[in-house]
Every structure is written in structure tokens, then in C-alpha cells.
């Protein structure tokens, strides 16, 4: 079977990717080097496909500890997750997030080359769009302009991906930009599982419901929007895990060179709108109140899908109520985690 190396794949978007590059018949390989997940997500990933994988404690910023995964398996192509995510974190660690995002890519070109390995699939994110572009964002929307370094640490990595295009010509790379990827495994074996207090809004209103935090607060009702809040094209971590899989099955076939893909619903809702969800769900309402506005928050933003529509035949399927639904349940199922 081709073998697909996942790097940061016991990671939230990366372990849910495992399962659908398992479930579509792919032998996939692990790197993670447990700075931002658990080892038991390994076992969590293999209780849901049945299979086992190989495994590598490693730190894609590390060249020799990387090279060694390529030297003990016929790696065919990539999926590179790893890297350090938070917006917050990344404007109080700028040093640390370009060390090691940009190093970590680095490594594993320098490594597609000595391995003569032909596919690559990179994480991005819609925040390389920044304030220049008006949603529905395309893949030629302008990007640049980011309001934080994580930000920027991706635009830069898609720039350096177009050179390295440019001086390997038999190379295919596809870039892909998640928009808010929220939700779990309908299992509740995997989900979201921040360190430390969560910027992001599902993972903090799960931790209301928790009762670990007192209550949301929604960063201001006063945008040009149907009610008032900021308005995102949140997206199944699932259906987002299945756009990788689509990804790799166009790059069988596809010409050497960078595709960019937008990975997102086309659909905005309001943060107002993803409360009432959650209560929907929930049978109940719970605890939130109106807060000042967040900075480098944009009013709107959502995706353009046609393109990935049309080239990957992706389609994400899974709606706000499934999102909100398997969030509650995984954080019912990690609360019983943590109390085991
Ligand atoms: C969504 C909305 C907040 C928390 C993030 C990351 C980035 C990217 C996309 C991958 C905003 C509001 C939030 C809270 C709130 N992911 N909010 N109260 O900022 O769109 O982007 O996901 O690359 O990593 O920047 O997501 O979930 O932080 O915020 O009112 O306690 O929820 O103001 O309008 P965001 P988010």
C-alpha cells in the first residue's frame, strides 16, 4: 500500500485525518512530537479504524530524528499538520513560532528532495486572507496583511512552497486553507483538546458546559451583521479530514506544481447563531454574556468552496447541529476521561 506520512498527526485536524486516510485504504505513518496532544490518541485512533500504525516521537524541526522515518519506510507522500497554531500565542512568541513552523517545513523539504518523495499536502489557513479581501474568499482573494505571526508563518510557508515548486518541477504540492475547522469523531474517541484556556469559540463554550470555565463571552454585538456578530464559515473537522483524502486522490493524477484549495462550507454563521445551536442541542440554554470586541477580529469572513468543489469533488456535508452536537459529546466523553 502507498504509505502517507502525517506530521502532527495525533494532533486535533491531523488524528481526525488518520481515520479518513485509514478508512480510504491508505497505510499512513505517524510523527508527532506530543507538544500539543497525547499519546493516547494513538490508541484512540486504532480503537476507532482497527489498525495500528507506526509511530515516531519526533520533532519535524529535528533533520536527523525526521530523516530516520523516511530511511525506515517507502514514504509516497505527506500531509504536513505540525506546527504550532494558537493566534494568541503566536503574537506573545513570535520567535518561537517562526523557528519552528518555518524549520519544521524546511526539514521536510529538504527531505522530499533526498527521498524523491512527488506529494505534498500543506496546512493553511484562511487567516493568510487578512483584512484585504471581501468574503466570500477565492484562492486568488489577495492574501498578506495578517494580524498575527501564526498568520504570517503560513503565508510565508505558501511562498516558500511556490519556490520550492519553482526549482523542483516534478513536485506536487497542494496547499489547502481551513477555515474554522470545529466538531469531533462521531465516536467521542477524538476531538479537540487545547492546552490551557482555548481562544477559539466551540472549544471554550464546551468548557462552560463543563462547568471548567464560568461563561462565554461573546467579543462584540456590534458588527455589521445580522445580529451583531462576528460572522465564520465553521466547518466538521470530519468533513475538513475527508478534504485531505479528496486532495490525495487528485494527486495521482494531477501535473506537477502548487493548487490552492479553499477548505470551508461556503456557508457564514453568526456567534450568536452558534450559541442558539449549542442550546438547540442541548435542551438548555447556558451562560454567556456581550464583551468588547476582540483585536484582529474580522467582521466576516467564509469561504468560495467552487473550486474545491469542482477540481477534488469535495462538498463538506455535516451541518452547525452536527458540529455543535459532537463537540458536546466529546467533551462529555473527555470529562469522563479525565475523571477515569
Ligand atoms: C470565532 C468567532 C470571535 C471566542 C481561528 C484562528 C485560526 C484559524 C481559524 C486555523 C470570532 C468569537 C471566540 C470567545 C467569542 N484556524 N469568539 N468568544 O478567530 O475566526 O480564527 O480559527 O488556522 O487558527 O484564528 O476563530 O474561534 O477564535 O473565533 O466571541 O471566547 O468567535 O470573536 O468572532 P477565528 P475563533
Redesign the pocket.
Known sequence: MTKVLVTGGLGYIGSHTVVELSSAGYEVVIADNLSNSKLSVLERISKITNQTYEFYNVDCCDYSSTKEIFEKNKIDSIIHFAGL???SESIQKPIDYYSNNIESIITIQRLICEHNISKLIFSS???VYGELSDPPFTEDSPTGACT?P??WT?WMIEQMLRDFSNANNDKKVVILR????VGAHDSGLIGEDPNGIP????P?ITGVLSGKYEK?????DDYDTIDG??I?DYIHVCDLAQGHVKALQYMQNSRAGVDVFNLGTGRGTS?KQ?VDAFEKSLGHSFNYEIGP??EG??PV?YANTLKAKEILQFCAKRSIDDMCTSSIKWQTEINEITHD
Open positions: 497554531k494558537s493566534v489557513s484562511a487567516t498575527n501564526y498568520g503560513k481551513y477555515f474554522n475547522p481562544n477559539n469559540l466551540f471554550y462565554l463571552t461573546i467579543y462584540g456578530t462576528c465564520r456567534v452558534v470586541r476582540r477580529d474580522l469572513a
